[in-house]
Nanobody, 124 residues
């Protein structure tokens, strides 16, 4: 099993920045791809970004392209999500997740392990 622990959420004004961190207990074949998802109240879980421990590029949801950046720190088994130019509609619980697939579809059901989530609130 892979344990994932997110941190870094909080309250920020619109236009501000936050950096989320996800610490993974280990890297295994079951965690080939690391992803970030978010879920706002009353909405489905939404794909935000993904990257791979071994490189191979990154992917982003349309709503965050150009504002969010995912990065992988292999030495620390950590996945970061730098969020800039935040908007009130970015308010959600953000989850870190891992998938055994190299290029999983941007759907929550293709990710097997999940963190507990961290709240991000953007005020207008």
């Amino acid at each position: 099993q892979v344990q994932l622990v997110e941190s870094g959420g909080g309250l920020v004004q619109a236009g501000g920045s936050l950096r989320l961190s996800c610490a993974a207990s280990k890297r295994t074949l079951s965690s080939f791809t690391m992803g970030w998802f978010r879920q706002a109240p009353g909405k489905e879980r939404e794909f935000v970004a993904s990257g791979r421990w071994s490189g191979g590029g990154t992917d982003y949801g349309d709503s965050v392209k150009g504002r969010f950046t995912i990065s992988i720190d292999m030495a620390k088994n950590t996945v970061l999500l730098q969020m800039n130019s935040l908007k009130p509609e970015d308010t959600a619980v953000y989850y870190c997740a891992s998938s055994p697939l190299r290029y999983p579809p941007a759907r929550a059901d293709t990710y097997h392990y999940w963190g507990q989530g961290t709240q991000v609130t953007v005020s207008s």
